[in-house]
């Protein structure tokens, strides 16, 4: 075992395989950027406090910069001895520019250090996510507007309950999304915090300057609360918890999709090449692809219950369990960014079977509400209006007729007042029309819904 960076106080040497359980660096690596620049702001600031004489930090930045190059161009060597990114970067340093890189670490802990390179990566990619979330939803309101009058059957409990237009139906998902975005927004106002400078726990005697660190490194404002600075994962949380819920909408969507493409329903169809083929029944085409989105929520949910598992006991301020808070977090953003990509590319390219979608509500008694109602505006008390439309419906499914196969001497041995008018509200695309109320499925309702959304996604 090679000498440990923080060897002084140690009498033997290490176990192989104590420091390999103990390494971070096979994941940590992912951060070795945002270490990298962290360490360069950081420098920078000695330089500017006089804290590090101007030679030496020069030397420092000049080495940091070519091993940014490096890392940019073909990747750096990460050796396990090193332990994490921390002190694998600082011993490239060494490598690069001798002893005089040993005095980069003045003033900081790796405590601080890990924070704001975590803090960093998870700065830089949540406007990703944002973005990917845009797509879809830019996805669902142009297949929205393309099907406002598009008929299908509206389900409560997977049974036919009320028509409603498939571009209400889309949208309804925008609105999900939507909160998914504004989630991840706010998520960004607990990690543009800047932990630089908390040092192991609690600050440091050096004169260093926290404004300074915090404008460089791009972040709105320094941690107020150095013990806070250095314990905090809520971001981390935060950003696995809307993960989750992230992965919540696309999974019920997925759901839907391998429901509505099996033949039973063939509401829609998938392109080929969001499908895939079987090895052994020539006919399959499986929507492999929606169900591998659903498939993946499973390992989100998982690291946002692993991290807060590994959270919830933990004492201030620092503790070697938070080691554990990264990987989850990097497989997130792993899974969220192309998951949203393929459900992205899956809805631009579907095909909708609008036929067999209407075709479904035309003999489901999903019409029953209308009668009802058309009889509760004649004057008939609705619970009354609603138990007559039951005995109808009994007689209809027994006797194979619809309620719009019901003769008009019929119903008016039923109620008097009903007259001819009772065959148009019977349509199904007539009663989605006629739902009007606010946010309702009503043609009018969903046009002014899209036109909302339209608006949203043109003022990002
Ligand atoms: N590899 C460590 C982590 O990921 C870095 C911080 C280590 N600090 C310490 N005092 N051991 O959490």
Redesign the pocket.
Known sequence: PIKKMWGGRFEEGGDQLVDQFGA?ISF?QEMAKEDIMGSLVHVKMLKATQILPAADAEKIIAGLNELLTELKEHGLNFDVAN??I?MNIEALLTKKIGPVAGKLHTGRS??DQ?ATDFHLYVKERLPKVVAAIRGLQGALVKLAGENVETIMPGYTHMQHAQPISYGHYLMAYFQMFQRDVERFQFNQQHTDLSPLGAAALAGTTFPIDREMTTKLLGFKQPYANSLDAVSDRDFALEFLSNASILMVHLSRLCEEVIYWCSYEFSYIELADAYSTGSSIMPQKKNPDMAELIRGKSGRVFGSLVGLLTTMKGLPLA?N?D??ED?EGVFDAVKTILPSLKVMTGMMKTLKVNKDQMAHATHHDFSNATELADYLATKGVPFRQAHEIVGELVLKGVKTGRDLADITLAEFKQIDPRVEEDVYQVLKPAVAVQRRNSLGGTGFDQVRAQIAAAQQILAAD
């Open positions: 971070s940590d332990e994490d921390h790796r405590n890990v620092y070697k938070m080691q990264k």
